[in-house]
C-alpha cells in the first residue's frame, strides 16, 4: 500500500513576498540582449543570407546562350522520392537551333505540395539543368497554384553558368563533319 | 559426371563444372544453359552466326588427342590433358564438343572484353539523356558490367548522320550504332528481304538501305527491338516515354490467327508500346509492325463507354437487365458471335445460346497471308468459337442469312457481338426490324438504330484466352484498366447468362469461366487459366481440325504438315 505524506509548506519570505529579485533578475536578462547581435530578421522587409548550397525550390535553368538544359532524360522523375516530378518529353522541332539536342520537354511540372527539397534531381541530372536554388517562399491559394509548371520553372531559374557546353561542341564537330560530307566523299 | 552420353547430349565445362547440353548448340548457348551469360552483341538466337562484335571472347580448350593413334592424352593423375587455344575465341561460334573447356571468367577473358567496350565506347555519342535505349541498352549494361569503368579517349569522336529515316517506321542513328549487323541479317533472313546494308569502312562505316529502296517491310520494327543499342528507333515510340516506367505485361496478338506472344508496355493506365515475346512454337521473338499499332484503339475517339437503352443512357447492369428482359421471352432469338471473344467469352455466349435456342451466325475476317506471322484470318479465335461449341463450322462471309431470316420474320432479338451489320451485308431496315443488342468496343452508325448498346472493353483491357491457328491455348492479361464503370466482356456475358438461368450474378473472372470449362469433358478438361503457362497448350482439336480452315502457311504452321502431325484418330475419321 502506497502510503500517503504530507509535506509541510514554508510561508513565503519578504523578498519573495515582493517579486522583486525575481523582476530584477528577469531584466537583467533582457537588457543583456538589447546590447547583444541580433537573431531575428524584419522578414519579408529583410532577407536573410542563404548558406551556400542552401537547397530551396527547384528550378530548370538556361545556358549562357539560352539554351533549355532540360532534355527530359526523366531521370529527375524517376528517382523523385515523393513522385512530385512529372514530365511530358518532347521532341525538338528539326528547324530549330538546337535540333541537334533532338529532345526537350513537352511539359514539366513539380508539384510544390509533395516536393521535400531532398534535392535528388539536381543531383541525378546528367545534363545540370535542375537546380535548387534560393527561393524558399512558395504560396498560393490553390493546389493548382502550388504546381509549378515548365514556363515557371525557367522562370524561376533564370541562367546559370556552363562548365561544358556539351552540345555546343557536338554541334561544332557535326557542322565541321557535315561540311566534310561526313566520309561518304 | 560420366563422360560418355547418349547420341543427343554432350558433356562440356565451363569454369570447370561439367554440364550435359544437347547437341548443335554453341558455347554461349551452352553457358545460358548453366545461367551464366557471356556478353555479346551480335549473336541472335534466331539469327546466323557473324561473329563481328567480338564481345563473347573466351578462353576455349580441348581434350589433347596423339595425333599418330589418335588416343587421348592424359595427365599424371588419370584425367585427360586439355589443350588450350593459344589465344581467345568467340563462344558464339563454337559448336559445343565432347569435353570442350571454355573460361568465361578469367584474366585474359576479362582483359578481352575490357578491349572490345574500349572501342565500341571510342565514338560513341554520350547520348543516354537522350537515347531511348537507355534502360535497355546491352552498351549500357556492359559498360557497367565488363567494361573498364574510365575512358582513356581524349581525342574527338567520330560524327555521323543523327537522324536517318530508314522507313515510314524506323529511324537511324548512325553515331550510336556498333555495326553488329544482326538488323542487315534480320532482314536477310526472317523477312527474305534483304534491304540493309553497310557502306564504307572502318569508322566511317554506316548502316544505308538498298538504293532507292527503303525499310518499309511490315517486320521492320523487330529491327528496331534487336538492335542492341539505341541506333534504330521506332518512330512511333521515338522520345514517348523512358523505358524504366514502363511495367510489361503478357499478352498475345488480335492482328490474326497466328497469336503471335506479346508484351504490352504501359505506365498509368496508358499503353506506350507493344513488342514480340518469345514463344519459338509460334513467333520465335518476332512480331508484325502492324500488330505493334493494335493498342491505339484503347484510346480511339469513337470508343463506346456509355450503355444506352433505347437512346438512353443506361447503367451497365440496367442496359444487362433490359437484355435479359428481351432474350427471356423470345422464342425467335438470334445471336452474331465474333471470333475476337475470348474462348470464355465464347463458352458463355454458347450458354446463352443453348439456353435461348437462338440460332448462331458469324462473320469472317479474311485477307491475304504474308506466310510470317500475318495469318489469312485476321482474327485470334476462330478455333475458340469452334471448341467451346459456339458454332459448328467456320464464319460466313456475311450476315446476308440473317438479314433473309429477318426478312422472314423468324428473328425478332438478336445480339451481336463486337460485328458491325452494317458493314456486314444487313440495311439500316433489317436493323430495325428486330430489337438490335450489340456489344462492342467501338461505336458504329449500327449504333443509333440498335436497341440497346452494351460498351466492352479491348484486348488490353480485359483478361482471357486465346486459340491460335495451331490449336494452342495462350492467355492474354489485362493491361490497362478500362473506361470506368464498364464490365468485362466476360462479365457481362457471364451476368446475362446467370440472369437467364436465374442463378445469382457474381465478379467472374477467367478462373471462374474455365472451373466450369475445364469440368467439360473435350479439349478444355483439367485446364486452368491460372495454371495456363506463359507459352500456351497445345490442345487436341479432334474433329475441328477438319474444318477448311484458310490460313496455309505462317512462320510455324503448315496447313498439310499440322494436319499429317495430328493423332491418327482425328485424321483418319
Known amino acids: 500500500m502506497a502510503e500517503t505524506k504530507v509535506l509541510e509548506r514554508k510561508p513565503l519570505s519578504l523578498a519573495e513576498r515582493s517579486n522583486l529579485p525575481q523582476i530584477v533578475s528577469g531584466l537583467k536578462t533582457t537588457v543583456s540582449h538589447m546590447f547583444r547581435k541580433k537573431v531575428t530578421l524584419q522578414y519579408p522587409e529583410v532577407r536573410p543570407t542563404l548558406p551556400e548550397g542552401y537547397r530551396g525550390v527547384p528550378t530548370l535553368v538556361h545556358d549562357p546562350h539560352g539554351r533549355e538544359k532540360c532534355v527530359s532524360c526523366q531521370l529527375c522523375e524517376f528517382v523523385c522520392p515523393p513522385k512530385a516530378i512529372r514530365i511530358t518529353p518532347g521532341e525538338i522541332d528539326p528547324e530549330a537551333e538546337t535540333a541537334h539536342v533532338e529532345k526537350a520537354p513537352k511539359e514539366f511540372e513539380i508539384d510544390m505540395l509533395r516536393c521535400i527539397y531532398c534535392g535528388l534531381c539536381e543531383e541525378v541530372c546528367p545534363e545540370e539543368a535542375i537546380f535548387l536554388q534560393d527561393v524558399y517562399s512558395m504560396t498560393g491559394y490553390s493546389r493548382e497554384e502550388m504546381v509549378n509548371n515548365k514556363e515557371k520553372l525557367y522562370e524561376l531559374g533564370g541562367t546559370l553558368p556552363d562548365h561544358h557546353y556539351k552540345w555546343d561542341k557536338k554541334r561544332a564537330a557535326e557542322d565541321a563533319a557535315k561540311a566534310r560530307g561526313y566520309a561518304h566523299s | ?573
Not at chain 2, 564438343?97 to 573460361?103: D, F, H, L, T, V
Not at chain 2, 524506323?170 to 544482326?182: K, P
Not at chain 2, 435479359?324 to 475470348?342: C, I, K
Not at chain 2, 461505336?443 to 480485359?462: G, M, N, Q
Open chain 2, 1 to 573: 559426371m560420366a563422360e560418355t552420353n547418349g547420341s543427343d547430349t554432350v558433356t562440356v565445362y565451363i569454369d570447370d563444372e561439367p554440364v550435359v547440353v544437347p547437341k548443335g548448340i554453341t558455347m554461349i548457348e551452352a553457358a545460358e544453359h548453366v545461367g551464366k551469360e557471356i556478353p555479346h552483341y551480335c549473336y541472335h538466337q534466331k539469327l546466323s552466326v557473324v561473329g563481328n562484335c567480338r564481345m563473347c571472347l573466351v578462353e576455349l580448350g580441348w581434350p589433347m588427342k596423339d595425333r599418330a593413334t589418335g588416343e587421348p592424352i592424359l595427365e599424371e593423375d588419370g584425367s585427360p590433358k586439355i589443350g588450350w587455344g593459344g589465344k581467345p575465341g568467340i563462344a558464339c561460334n563454337q559448336p559445343v564438343a565432347e569435353g570442350i573447356r571454355m573460361r568465361t571468367d578469367s584474366d585474359l577473358v576479362r582483359d578481352c572484353r575490357h578491349g572490345v567496350m574500349e572501342f565500341l565506347l571510342v565514338n560513341h555519342p554520350l547520348d543516354c539523356p537522350i537515347c531511348d535505349q537507355a534502360g535497355e541498352c546491352k552498351l549500357q549494361e556492359y559498360a557497367t558490367e565488363y567494361g573498364r569503368g574510365y575512358s582513356r579517349f581524349i581525342e574527338e569522336k567520330n560524327p555521323k548522320p543523327k537522324r536517318t529515316v530508314l522507313g515510314p517506321r524506323v529511324i537511324l542513328d548512325d553515331e550510336r550504332c556498333i555495326l553488329c549487323s544482326r538488323c542487315v541479317r534480320f532482314m536477310q533472313e526472317i523477312p527474305g528481304d534483304d534491304v540493309l546494308g553497310f557502306i564504307d569502312h572502318g569508322s566511317y562505316s554506316t548502316l544505308t538501305c538498298y538504293p532507292g529502296r527503303e525499310l518499309d517491310s511490315n517486320y521492320s520494327l523487330n529491327t528496331v527491338d534487336i538492335c542492341p543499342v539505341g541506333a534504330l528507333t521506332s518512330r512511333d515510340f521515338r522520345f514517348q516515354m523512358r523505358v524504366w516506367f514502363l511495367k510489361p505485361v503478357d499478352s498475345i496478338c488480335t492482328e490474326s490467327s497466328v497469336g503471335a506472344n506479346t508484351q504490352v508496355w504501359a505506365r498509368e493506365g496508358k499503353i506506350y508500346r507493344i513488342t514480340p515475346r518469345q514463344n519459338d512454337a509460334v513467333n520465335d521473338t518476332w512480331m508484325t509492325d502492324s500488330g505493334r499499332d493494335l493498342y491505339k484503339q484503347v484510346e480511339a475517339e469513337d470508343r463506346l463507354t456509355t450503355p444506352f437503352v433505347r437512346g438512353i443512357e443506361a447503367t451497365p447492369v440496367q442496359a444487362l437487365r433490359e437484355t435479359e428482359r428481351l432474350l427471356r421471352p423470345s422464342e425467335r432469338v438470334a445471336v452474331v458471335a465474333s471470333t475476337h471473344s475470348s474462348v470464355e467469352e465464347q463458352y458463355f455466349l454458347r450458354r446463352i445460346a443453348d439456353r435461348t435456342g437462338a440460332q448462331r451466325y458469324a462473320v469472317r475476317h479474311w485477307g491475304e497471308e504474308d506466310g510470317l506471322l500475318l495469318s489469312a484470318d485476321r482474327t485470334p479465335n476462330t478455333r475458340g468459337a469452334l471448341l467451346t461449341g459456339l458454332l459448328d463450322e467456320l464464319p460466313k462471309p456475311d450476315l446476308r442469312e440473317l438479314g433473309a431470316a429477318i426478312d422472314r420474320g423468324e428473328i425478332d432479338t438478336v445480339l451481336c457481338i463486337h460485328e458491325d451489320p452494317l458493314a456486314c451485308g444487313l440495311t439500316v431496315e433489317q436493323v430495325r426490324k428486330v430489337a438490335w443488342v450489340r456489344m462492342a468496343t467501338h461505336a458504329s452508325p449500327a449504333d443509333e438504330h440498335a436497341f440497346i448498346a452494351l460498351p466492352s472493353l479491348t484486348v488490353f483491357e480485359r483478361s482471357g484466352t486465346f486459340i491460335n491457328q495451331q490449336f494452342r491455348l495462350q492467355k492474354f492479361r489485362a493491361v490497362v484498366p478500362g473506361p470506368a464503370g464498364l464490365l468485362t466482356d466476360l462479365q457481362q456475358l457471364a451476368s446475362l447468362n446467370s440472369l437467364l438461368e436465374d442463378g445469382p450474378v457474381a465478379s467472374v473472372q477467367p478462373d471462374h469461366a474455365w472451373k466450369e470449362l475445364s469440368a467439360e469433358p473435350g479439349p478444355f478438361a483439367g485446364l486452368r487459366f491460372r495454371t495456363l503457362p506463359s507459352e500456351g497448350v497445345a490442345l487436341d482439336p479432334g474433329e475441328h481440325a477438319r474444318h477448311p480452315f484458310p490460313e496455309r502457311q505462317s512462320l510455324k504452321y503448315e496447313a498439310d504438315s499440322f494436319l499429317a502431325s495430328l493423332p491418327a484418330a482425328t485424321t483418319a475419321s
